[in-house]
């Protein structure tokens, strides 16, 4: 494995600003310190413990008036530590990756329908991706998206959707993590939780090689070092390709076409291309792509006038204010638009729309 130096754990995800984090559900130390996630077979001495536990704290206040309250607590104090102890019942209280928290595909359709705008493409991507995973009790390897748009057109946004649909505690999950650069953060992490999800963000500003350290772990290996990364989830944030993604969109618009019939096809290959041959991003030349471990290279398309309304209005709404479409208007029309000729795409999506919003509400 690389040093340690190599790895750096950043605090907390740019769209996810949230402070704070869940106790982990974990006990040791190190990359391998973890607790067994589960118990199976019959009732063991963990499964009588918890009984016993119950059974005492039920019986507890019938006899408080014979025991004195000193030992009354002493011993309450060692069943609720016999009690929380035990995983299933620890995991009422915490967090735990063992949690049986199945991932809703209708729960995960509705949240990109009503919180991502203008990326049909991605949102049909994400959707089967993610839920065809999750639901995978084997899968040979893990699951690899790679997200390329410009500034604001939501690939930070969905990356926090895919993880609240799988983990109560969304970005802020202990399984979930954010990085610029890693490597032993991965095997430390995976070792805890298998279903472990890490992003990977600025790609473009990730040095060319660096990326290709965790090619092991993107491959179709059972174990690697006893540990199995088969179940983890694996996000990339690029600009590369965005260039790309522009002329698609642009070319249908000139032809008359709506940008919902853009197909996954029309633009997959050439992303992967760009991205490969892109010196500026951190897939230059990367095994990733060469070796096809990347699962999906998803475009996020340039957002129009109508988007950043949409964007407006879910704004508005969350601050608790009714949505004032004189108001909605004006806001969009402050922003900027590209080409200069037609002003189709706006240059920064719905990234501003939220600071522009504040000066009519100040």
């Not at 869940?22 to 001495?45: K, M």
């Not at 915490?94 to 991932?103: D, H, I, N, V, Y």
């Not at 893990?142 to 690939?155: V, Y």
């Not at 993590?177 to 070792?191: E, K, P, T, Y």
Request: with cysteine.
């Amino acid at each position: 494995m690389a040093a340690a130096g190599l790895a750096r754990r950043s605090a907390r995800h740019k769209d996810g600003g949230r402070g704070g984090a869940e106790p982990e559900a974990r006990g040791g130390g190190g990359a391998g310190g973890g607790r067994r996630e589960s118990a199976q077979g019959g009732a063991g001495p963990g499964m009588k413990l918890g009984r016993a536990a119950l059974g005492l704290l039920l019986l507890a206040p019938l006899g408080v008036r014979a025991v004195e309250p000193i030992s009354l607590g002493l011993a309450l104090a060692g069943v609720l530590t016999g009690y929380i102890s035990y995983p299933r019942l620890y995991c009422l209280f915490a967090e735990c990756c063992g949690q049986k928290r199945s991932l809703s595909r209708e729960a995960l359709q509705k949240d990109l329908d009503s919180k991502l705008f203008g990326q049909h493409l991605a949102k049909k991507v994400i959707l089967n991706a993610v839920s065809g995973f999750i639901s995978n009790p084997k899968p040979k390897k893990p699951l690899t998206l790679s997200l390329h748009g410009w500034t604001g057109t939501g690939k930070n946004f969905v990356s926090k959707i895919i993880a609240e649909n799988i983990y109560e505690g969304g970005l802020n999950s202990d399984y979930v993590h954010l990085f610029d650069q890693l490597q032993l953060w991965i095997r430390g992490n995976v070792s805890v939780c298998a279903r472990s999800i890490f992003i990977f963000d600025e790609m473009d500003k990730m040095h060319a090689g660096l990326i290709d350290a965790i090619k092991p772990f993107l491959d179709y290996y059972d174990h690697l070092d006893g540990v199995s990364y088969q179940k983890a989830i694996f996000i990339f944030l690029s600009n590369a390709g965005a260039e790309r993604i522009t002329d698609v969109a642009l070319d249908f618009w000139r032809s008359g076409k709506q940008r919902e019939e853009i197909k996954l096809k029309d633009m997959e290959h050439a992303l992967s291309v760009s991205a490969f041959n892109n010196r500026n991003s951190g897939f230059w030349h990367s095994s990733l792509i060469d070796r096809n471990l990347i699962d999906y290279f998803v475009p996020f398309l340039p957002l129009e006038y109508k988007h950043l309304k949409m964007c407006i209005r879910v704004e508005m709404q969350s601050r608790g204010y009714e949505v004032d479409e004189d108001i909605v208007t004006r806001v969009a029309e402050e922003m900027t638009f590209f080409p200069k000729e037609e002003r189709i795409f706006s240059d920064k999506g719905c990234k501003t729309v939220f600071t522009k919003l504040d000066y009519y509400y100040d």
